[in-house]
């Protein structure tokens, strides 16, 4: 997902802040470029992989050898919840894409005989 999110962004030109990546691209894919993009993610898909991301980052540099496992269970949970939407996000996402490279006016000039 990351690298999808990633390229996206490379595609569209966005800039990420060098301190904060991972958060801006979330961020990036949450907004609509008028005219550029659309949105990627909806709010309900932002605020499910926000809170997966805050969780990744703590563990990987607070790494306890107990873990609560409520908040495990709880982080199942949202995984659950996200991956659905996301996959509706990056639907609706491409054909947006679609209809917009398929408008008139964004094809490319026919050549006449």
């Known amino acids: 997902?990351?690298?999808?999110?990633?390229?996206?962004?490379?595609?569209?030109?966005?800039?990420?802040?060098?301190?904060?990546?991972?958060?801006?691209?979330?961020?990036?894919m949450f907004l609509e470029i008028p005219r550029i993009r659309p949105r990627v993610i909806s709010q309900e898909t932002y605020i499910r992989l926000e809170?997966?991301?805050?969780?990744r980052h703590f563990k990987r540099y607070y790494l306890e050898l107990n873990c609560d496992w409520r908040k495990?269970?709880?982080?199942?949970?949202?995984?659950?919840?996200?991956?659905p939407l996301l996959n509706e996000d990056l639907t609706s996402f491409a054909?947006?894409?679609?209809?917009?490279?398929?408008?008139?006016?964004?094809?490319?000039?026919q050549l006449e005989n």
């Open 1 to 28: 997902m990351e690298t999808l999110f990633l390229r996206i962004s490379q595609a569209f030109g966005n800039q990420l802040n060098p301190k904060r990546w991972h958060a801006d691209l979330l961020e990036k």
């Open 51 to 55: 809170e997966l991301m805050r969780f």
């Open 72 to 83: 495990i269970d709880y982080l199942i949970n949202i995984f659950r919840e996200a991956v």
């Open 95 to 109: 054909k947006k894409i679609e209809q917009s490279l398929g408008k008139p006016g964004n094809e490319e000039p």
